[in-house]
């Protein structure tokens, strides 16, 4: 692993159902965030976490939630999609949340509800 | 809601031509960041310009920042077919609103015509 992964690359899920969008980082980042992007929107945060235990609520929060047991990973779960949750879910990862470090990002995940 | 507002949103040019895109943002600032996204892929961070700065270059590229005016401009010159892509700008708030979180804006999708 190099950098930052997530899983799955694209999912089609129907409404109702529970989803855990996983994303994981070998660079030892303490900060991992989670966007989605939509057309036209540009990139919304949804929750952050400052370090391993932590988390915080981003611009659109509801609906999903996060957990940060560890450095390395830090997964976004839906527990019941709705067809507006549809988009495309990035994790981005910075060494430490209170320096000028840039962002690394993951490939992205394409979510589709239906 | 969006800290960075991109302008064009949309810029088509010919390759050997120079491509500028501007961002305006409204709350001060620690730094300014610019991403590059490829079509389907994630964000690549492009270069940095922290609030004390006016200029910078990185290779063919060269920012600017105007904190009166709370704006950047990214000029990207003899643009290749390689630029094609979107190019976000990211405000980062420091201790701030947003906890050292970055804000991005909806972008400019630049198309350099071989």
């Known amino acids: 692993i190099a950098g930052i992964t997530q899983a799955p690359t694209s999912q089609i899920l129907a409404a109702g159902r529970r989803m855990t969008l996983r994303c994981t980082q070998d660079?030892?980042?303490?900060?991992m965030y989670w966007y989605r992007q939509d057309l036209g929107l540009g990139l919304r945060l949804i929750h952050y976490?400052?370090?391993?235990?932590?988390?915080g609520k981003g611009e659109v929060p509801d609906g999903y939630s996060v957990s940060r047991a560890n450095t390395d990973d830090f997964p976004l779960t839906l527990a019941s999609a709705v067809p507006s949750q549809t988009s495309v879910y990035f994790c981005?990862?910075?060494?430490?949340?209170?320096?000028?470090?840039?962002?690394?990002f993951g490939p992205g995940t394409r979510l589709t509800v239906l | 809601s969006q800290q960075g507002e991109e302008d064009p949103q949309a810029l088509s040019i010919q390759e050997g031509e120079n491509a500028t895109m501007n961002c305006s943002y409204k709350?001060?600032?620690?730094?300014l960041q610019w991403y590059r996204q490829n079509s389907g892929r994630g964000l690549v961070h492009l270069i940095l310009i922290r609030s004390n700065e006016r200029e910078k270059h990185s290779g063919r590229l060269r920012v600017t920042l105007d904190t009166s005016k709370k704006s950047s401009s990214l000029l990207i010159t003899a643009s290749r077919a390689a630029d094609t892509a979107s190019y976000f700008c990211a405000t980062d708030g420091g201790s701030g609103a947003g906890s050292y979180q970055l804000t991005f804006g909806k972008g400019t999708k630049l198309s350099v015509i071989p």
């Open positions: 976490s400052n370090t391993a235990g932590t988390t």
């Open positions: 660079m030892r980042h303490n900060a």
């Open positions: 709350t001060s600032i620690n730094n």
């Open positions: 981005a990862s910075r060494g430490q949340p209170q320096s000028t470090d840039t962002q690394y």
